[in-house]
Each structure stands twice: as structure tokens, then as C-alpha cells.
């Protein structure tokens, strides 16, 4: 089975899952990624990382289901941290839970910088949703800049 490509959903610092400041990313107990860290200013569209289906969306955080092989695999993307006490302020969603997304699609609008400024983190963690570790190979390394569509993680 060839492998599944997870791209960046946003431009900005690669970072490992251990230097998110909240205990569920960073003990990777919804499963194993990378989180980015973003470097725009203003408003700032999301990409989808794979093509699937939206099956939860919330302003602050999504996941796509992505069919792989014979199976199907679930990546969340979720927005900054403690965002969701946010309440959809400040994100613009472009799609619906339920559609069909590829790859690289424009998702929602959010402005990381505005984040940050109202105290909270913007960093984006990038999650396979209860994968096992080995099944991810970094395609980055931390502290490595990357642009929104860039390939992230490799799936197997």
C-alpha cells in the first residue's frame, strides 16, 4: 500500500507534538503527528491535509476521514489551543461537515496573530487520529519553515 501524504495546513515552524503546551497533543493521546506553528499576520487560510470527507467541524478544529487502501484513516487539524473558549470568533469556515474536501483545499480563514495576541497559543497541531506511532514518517524536521500544501507526514 503506498503511503498516505498528510500536508501542511498552514504556513509557519514545524514542531514536534511534545512541544505543544497541552497534555492531549503533546502526550499524543488522540495519536501521533507534528504541530506547526504559524508565522502569518492577518488572516491566514486552512488547507485540508488529505482528500476525505469533513466528518467533524468546528471553527477551531476539523477532521478528515481519508480512505487509505482497504481501510480509512482520521487527521485532525485543530487551530491553537484553548481556541475553542473562542467560540468561532475570529474563523471563517469554507466548507461543511459532511463534504467531500482534496487535498489542499481551502477549508476556513482564521488570523493566527489575533490568537496570540488574546493570550493563547496559535500553534496547529497536525494529529492521525489513534494511529500508532510507527505508522508516521516525518517528511520535515522540527524547526524546519513550511508553506501550506507542503508535504508533512507519510502515512502507512
Do not use: N, Y
Not at 489551543?81 to 461543511?96: C, H, K, S, W, Y
Request: glycine share 10%.
Amino acid at each position: 500500500m503506498a503511503p498516505l501524504t498528510i500536508l501542511a495546513p498552514v504556513r509557519g515552524t514545524v514542531l514536534l507534538l511534545a512541544d505543544v503546551d497541552d497534555p492531549v497533543f503533546s502526550g499524543e493521546l488522540v495519536g501521533p503527528g507534528m504541530a506547526i506553528l504559524p508565522d502569518a499576520e492577518g488572516s491566514d487560510t486552512v488547507l485540508a491535509p488529505v482528500s476525505g470527507r469533513v466528518v467533524k467541524l468546528h471553527p477551531h478544529a476539523f477532521v478528515i476521514e481519508a480512505p487509505a487502501g482497504s481501510a480509512s484513516v482520521a487527521v485532525l487539524v485543530h487551530l491553537g489551543i484553548d481556541t475553542v473558549q473562542l467560540g468561532g470568533e475570529g474563523f471563517a469556515l469554507r466548507v461543511a461537515e459532511g463534504d467531500e474536501v482534496a487535498a489542499g483545499q481551502p477549508l476556513l480563514t482564521w488570523d493566527p496573530a489575533a490568537v496570540a495576541r488574546g493570550g493563547r497559543s496559535p500553534v496547529c497541531p497536525v494529529v492521525v487520529l489513534e494511529a500508532a506511532p510507527e505508522s508516521l514518517t516525518r517528511r520535515v524536521e522540527r524547526g524546519v519553515q513550511v508553506d501550506a500544501g507542503e508535504a508533512l507526514l507519510d502515512w502507512r
